[in-house]
C-alpha cells in the first residue's frame, strides 16, 4: 500500500492528526510547513490542498482535509483507536463537534481576527472577547473531564489527541492561560498523554515542549 504522507505545521492544528498516525503505529510520511513563511499559499502546496490549510494526509492520489475527518479515518484503519461500544462512539463523535466547532472556530478570532473584520481598529476588541470566550469553553471542557482519565469509556482514543492539541493553544502565547491553576483536570490529561512514546516522539518532531 502507498505510505501515506501528513503535511503539517509545528504546533498547528495538524498535530491533533500527527499524534494519531504515530499512535497508530504504521509506518507514514510528513510534510513540514512554515505558516509564519507562507508555505500555505505556495503553489506547491496549493495543488495538494487548495484550501491551503493544514492537516493534509496524501494518500497516492487522494487527499483528505480537516482534523477530524483525518481522526475518523485513522481510526476506522486503526480500530483500537476508536470505542467499540456504540454510545461511547457517539460520545467520541461528540466531543470531536465539540472541540472542532468551538474551541477552534474560537481561538481563530484570536490568532486570525482578520478573517472576520477588515477593520483593524476592531482587531483588539474581537481577540479579548475570544480570548474570554475560549477560556469559558476550556472551563466547560475542564468539567467534562473532571473525573480523570481518557475523554471517552476510559480508553485511549483519537479524542485525546484533539484534546492535547487545545490544550497547548491554552497555554500558548495567544492566551497565556495557567492551565494547571485554571485547568487540572486537563492538565492531568496532558500529562498523562505526554507519557506516551507516540506523543513524545510527535512533540520532538516539531518541536514543541511536553506538558509539565
Not at 494526509?57 to 485513522?74: K, M, P
Amino acid at each position: 500500500m502507498t505510505t501515506p504522507t501528513l503535511y503539517y505545521a509545528p504546533g498547528a492544528c495538524s498535530l491533533a492528526s500527527h499524534i494519531a498516525l504515530e499512535e497508530a503505529g504504521h509506518p507514514f510520511e510528513t510534510e513540514r510547513l512554515n505558516l509564519q513563511a507562507g508555505d500555505q499559499r505556495s503553489a506547491r502546496y496549493l495543488a495538494v490542498n487548495e484550501r491551503g490549510r493544514v492537516p493534509a494526509l496524501v494518500t497516492g492520489d487522494w487527499v483528505l482535509t480537516e482534523n477530524t475527518a483525518i481522526l475518523r479515518h485513522v481510526a476506522r484503519l486503526h480500530p483500537a483507536l476508536w470505542p467499540a461500544d456504540p454510545r461511547e462512539q457517539a460520545v467520541a463523535d461528540e466531543w470531536l463537534a465539540w472541540l472542532s466547532t468551538n474551541h477552534h472556530t474560537t481561538y481563530a478570532h484570536i490568532r486570525r481576527p482578520e478573517r472576520y473584520t477588515a477593520d483593524e481598529a476592531a482587531f483588539p476588541g474581537i481577540q479579548a472577547k475570544a480570548l474570554d470566550a475560549f477560556g469559558d469553553l476550556c472551563t466547560m471542557t475542564e468539567v467534562r473531564l473532571s473525573n480523570g482519565g481518557w475523554a471517552v469509556g476510559g480508553h485511549f482514543s483519537v479524542v485525546d489527541p484533539y484534546l492535547l492539541l487545545f490544550w497547548t493553544w491554552g497555554r500558548g502565547p495567544a492566551c497565556r492561560f495557567d492551565m494547571a491553576e485554571r485547568f487540572p483536570a486537563w492538565t492531568a490529561h496532558a500529562r498523562a498523554m505526554a507519557e506516551r512514546p507516540a506523543v513524545q516522539a510527535v512533540f520532538a518532531r516539531e518541536g514543541l515542549d511536553l506538558p509539565r
